[in-house]
């Protein structure tokens, strides 16, 4: 069947560092992957997206990069802030207008 | 503009009872998407429309949900009889263009208690 996975567990990173989430699926092509940012109490706020012919996707301190022969997606926050605590999001789309689906969110804490 | 806006932002019923949740999304957006999020399955398409038009309910539970676009600024998704397992966070999404990966603009969200 098909499966979207974010890591279940928070992630806990000191300030200043890099974090970095991952999104893995299985059973899928996408020909899209989107991430969203929720905070507690609201709804989600897309990010980025990139396409399946894509590598890598940057904006600001955000990037994306997309490997569909190992079937995942890493989101890389650089210079983290306390502000980018949220739960981050992950999404695919097999076709352009087909519905997306989203994955279960990883939690992230940045330490001050 | 305001951004997509939902009403009310918690529900408490009883089993059995009718639920109406609303959603107004953003002037100009012509796609709307109704969501529920569950701490167990995370956060599942019910029904989307295009220019008022439903174009994929396969998310939708059960015939105890239904929604309706009567108009391109208002969408309802109705629970009736509501149940405990219906118990979630209902988002309302709105973006522009027909393919679903234009980027979606979501509402505060309905909490719904079904005790």
């Known amino acids: 069947s098909q499966k979207i996975e974010q890591n279940s567990e928070a992630l806990n990173i000191q300030e200043g560092k890099t974090a970095t989430l991952t999104c893995n699926y299985t059973?899928?092509?996408?020909?899209?992957l989107q991430w969203y940012r929720q905070d507690p109490g609201r709804g989600p706020v897309f990010l980025l997206l990139?396409?399946?012919?894509?590598k890598e996707k940057r904006k600001e301190r955000l990037k994306v990069t997309f490997d569909t022969t190992l079937k995942q997606s890493l989101f890389h926050i650089t210079a983290s802030q306390p502000a980018d605590s949220a739960t981050y999001l992950c999404a695919l789309g097999v076709n352009r207008d087909d519905k997306i689906i989203f994955g279960k969110g990883t939690r992230l804490h940045i330490l001050p | 503009d305001a951004g997509v806006i939902q009403s009310p932002r918690h529900e408490v019923t009883e089993m059995g009872q009718e639920v109406t949740l609303r959603c107004k999304p953003i002037s100009g957006h012509n796609s709307l998407f109704w969501y529920r999020q569950t701490m167990m399955r995370g956060l599942e398409l019910l029904i989307y429309?295009?220019?008022?038009?439903?174009?994929?309910d396969s998310g939708m539970p059960e015939d105890r949900f239904s929604a309706k676009m009567p108009n391109a600024s208002f969408s309802t998704l109705k629970i009736q009889p509501s149940e405990p397992r219906d118990s979630a966070v209902y988002f309302c999404a709105s973006s522009w263009g027909a393919l679903t990966w234009n980027i979606q603009y979501f509402g505060a969200g309905t909490r719904l208690s079904v005790l």
């Open positions: 990139i396409r399946e012919n894509e």
């Open positions: 429309f295009n220019n008022n038009v439903p174009i994929d």
């Open positions: 059973n899928y092509s996408p020909a899209y």
